[in-house]
């Protein structure tokens, strides 16, 4: 869409308008010179002109077939060496590679279809040409004898005619990337116009004091917008305490990642209502609330930069004192200090520098940077080894602390210690309680799911 709307402001519009005086100049001297030639010679300018115009689309289009093979190529390189990794261990290299020769081989016969068109029709361009030059020459040669033309006014005309004709068969293929660029700026623009529900830069809405980080979930309607028809919640109603930590436990795709995405607000609820301090979300500055909120998500989403940088992504001017901090809050620090440039070193594409355990120390020092008052945990610790979870879960203790702190697990070992844990199903809170308290029912829904982790455990042993 971008390509199509510089292709319509870039060159063509300067060429197109070299092309347009070109051609009303061309036959402005023609008339000037002689009025009777010009209009016979008009009758060149209609084969010329489509012959100029199918040649200048047709090799557009075969340049445009050219440029997608290589864009294709360029995409399998890219993910080629993006994940040489998962390549080399599945041993597809050989394989990448005649994807990528296959690409060639397209980008190879448009380029020869291509040059083989434009020679076509730049050969039946240059033959109109000189047919035009030889209808221009004998009756020019007739004006000359019997209407007193000179041969400076005839090979004047000849080629003004010709010119203009052939300037205006190329400026077809500009007026069809006006015609392109139109429809893709329209599109881009009616984007760019479109105001969101929720806008994360808008000025409006309440900025408290302080937040204490009591969170309601109050009779909660939702479905997300890609699935209005499959309802996530129906009445769904929860209160979390400030300071406290509540544990969400429960089956996959049972709603406990998406209480996560209604306290970041990047979804409203249908019906309900979303309640921080007793104070409707939808009524507090976006900006403002998510700076009291830090996110530490399964796969934590490192940037191809230094671990400085990548902290400070959590805090505008972070001093390095902060990052610092922050880095030892996190249990990050020791780890850090024993690389060979320390703070300064790259985390590499998607953190692939660093193991599992170290990049998710860095996404907790990057939330814990700007000190939030509630703490969402999704998933933190899943996709760690029992050794560095248990790293991780020693950094999580130490940021919880006085922080209102939701946790999204299926390790039911990362949440005895909450303060409350609540087993939802199907969009329902079926039991809440302290992990002693809800042992105690060995047939409530919390029991069996430690039964069910329990079992899954001794089958993998």
């Known amino acids: 869409m971008v390509v199509l709307i510089q292709d319509a402001m870039g060159e063509k519009v300067g060429k197109f308008i ?17 009025w009777l030639l010009t209009l016979v010679m008009v009758a060149t300018i209609p084969p010329l002109v489509l012959s100029g115009a199918v040649m200048s689309n047709v090799v557009a289009r075969m340049a445009s077939l050219g440029q997608a093979a290589y864009a294709e190529a360029a995409v399998v390189v890219e993910q080629t060496v993006g994940s040489i990794r998962t390549v080399a261990s599945f041993t597809g290299e050989k394989k990448a590679v005649e994807k990528y020769n296959k690409s060639l081989k397209c980008a190879y016969s448009s380029g020869v279809r ?25 009756y020019g040669a007739k004006l000359i004898l019997e209407k007193g033309y000179t041969g400076a006014q005839v090979m004047n005309v000849i080629f003004a005619v010709l010119t203009g004709s052939l300037a205006l068969g190329q400026a077809s293929p500009s007026m069809k990337a006006f015609a392109g660029g139109q429809a893709a700026a329209y599109k881009m623009f009616e984007t760019i116009n479109r105001e969101p529900e929720i806008d994360a830069y808008s000025t409006e809405g309440r900025m408290l004091d302080d937040i204490q980080g009591d969170i309601e979930f109050r009779d909660v309607h939702f479905s997300y917008p890609t699935r209005p028809n499959e309802q996530i919640f129906r009445g769904f109603s929860l209160a979390i305490q400030s300071a406290k930590t509540v544990a969400l436990v429960g089956q996959s795709g049972s709603g406990k990642s998406t209480v996560i995405s209604l306290i970041e607000r990047f979804y409203d609820p249908q019906l309900g209502e979303v309640l921080i301090d007793g104070v409707n979300i939808k009524e507090l500055q976006l900006k403002w609330i998510r ?5 530490v998500s399964q796969e934590p989403a490192l940037f191809a930069a230094s671990i400085r940088d990548n902290i400070a992504y959590g805090k505008d ?33 998607h953190g692939t520098q660093l193991s599992g355990g170290q990049k998710q120390r860095i996404a907790i020092a990057r939330a814990i940077l700007k000190d939030p008052r509630i703490l969402l945990l999704d998933e933190a610790t899943s996709a760690l080894d ?3 979870e248990r790293i991780v879960q020693e950094a999580l203790d130490r940021v919880m602390t006085n922080r209102t702190t939701v946790i999204v697990a299926h390790r039911l070992t990362t949440v005895r210690n909450a303060d409350t844990i609540a087993v939802i199903c199907r969009g329902s809170i079926v039991e809440k309680g302290p992990h002693h308290d809800l042992l105690r029912d060995p047939e409530g829904a919390y029991s069996q799911l430690i039964h069910f982790n329990w079992l899954c455990k001794t089958l993998q042993h």
């Not at 070299?18 to 000037?32: I, K, R, S, Y």
Request: proline share 1%; glycine share 14%; aromatic share 10%.
């Open 114 to 138: 291509e040059g083989l068109v434009a020679a076509i029709g730049m050969g039946t361009v240059m033959m109109l040409l000189f047919c035009g030059y030889s209808l221009g020459v004998w």
């Open 291 to 295: 700076s009291k909120i830090g996110l």
């Open 386 to 388: 029992t050794e560095s």
């Open 18 to 34: 070299q092309l347009m005086v070109t051609f009303f100049g061309g036959f402005a001297v023609a008339f000037a010179q002689g």
């Open 317 to 349: 001017n972070a001093t390095d004192q902060e990052i610092r901090a922050a880095a030892e809050l996190a249990n990050a620090s020791k780890f850090i200090d024993k690389l060979p440039q320390g703070f300064a070193t790259s985390v590499g594409e």
